[in-house]
């Protein structure tokens, strides 16, 4: 993970350096916090300069100085098992489209504004990366992913009672709570097991449940024949050509080793590079039609 960014300067101060060593999450956490927080005047200010100069140094700016909202927000996600590092950097994305998008004369923060946008980018990294498989992909999963473990009181199932009061409160049915409480306990299983793996554990890859694709002796026969049948077909309808057009179609698509050039073949023909492509598309016209 890359925490250095650009050399700063915050407004009203003295310039600033944002860069601290390579992978160091507690470096970048110390120097955000040293960068002074914008007074409502400063932050209007400069939001009106992105808003009507596109002034992309005010943008610099008012980003410079949330940073540490970010990561505060970013914190709060620390128990999905990710590193603190990405969410932070996934929330940062989602403080710049804040501010692109934010409107100084609605008369509220930009920290206001903002948290909706840093929590949405870091719930869909947290959603791609919790799980290799997906575990939630509807509207009303996301909601259930985010709350449910929060509504848990302990890590035991819970009870109907349970059940039915988290429903409510969330606005979804008991069923789809119930869906979601199971996929929260599951866990993941490798498809491919590791060589010392031993099924005596209890734990079965899933590809050991998974016919091969070329396992149906019927389906390998027709596939054969069907081959076999083309194959033929072609031959036939090769023959059928006048020599100097099977020769452009051989040569032109059946050659595996080089395939000529029009201007090669117009050469030996002693015609133009047009002619031939007009021999070829009227040959393959005749082959479509003899192998329809």
Known sequence: MTMALAPAVPTGGSALTLRGPIGSLDAYVDTVSR?????????????????????????????LSHLRFVV???????????????????GNVGLMK????FDPTMGVRLVSFAVHWIRAEIHEYVLRNWRLVKIATTKAQRKLFFNLRKAK?????????????????????TAEVTQMEQRLAARDVAFDPAPDHDDEDGVYSPSAYLPAPDSDPAIALERD???????????HALAALDERSRTIVERRWLNDDSKATLHELAAEYSVSAERIRQIEANALKKLKTAMA
Do not use: C, F
């Open 35 to 63: 960068i002074p927080v914008l007074s409502r005047e400063q932050e209007l200010a400069l939001a009106m300069r992105l808003r009507e100069h596109n002034d992309l140094e005010a943008a610099r700016e008012l980003v």
């Open 72 to 90: 505060h927000i970013a914190r709060g996600y620390s128990g999905y098992g990710l590193p603190v590092g990405d969410l932070v950097q996934e």
């Open 98 to 101: 804040a501010v692109k998008r």
């Open 153 to 173: 009181k302990n890590l035991a199932w819970l009870s109907a009672e349970e059940t039915r009061k988290v429903a409510a409160d969330l606005g979804v049915t």
């Open 225 to 235: 024949e069907w081959e076999d049948v083309s194959n033929q077909r072609l031959r």
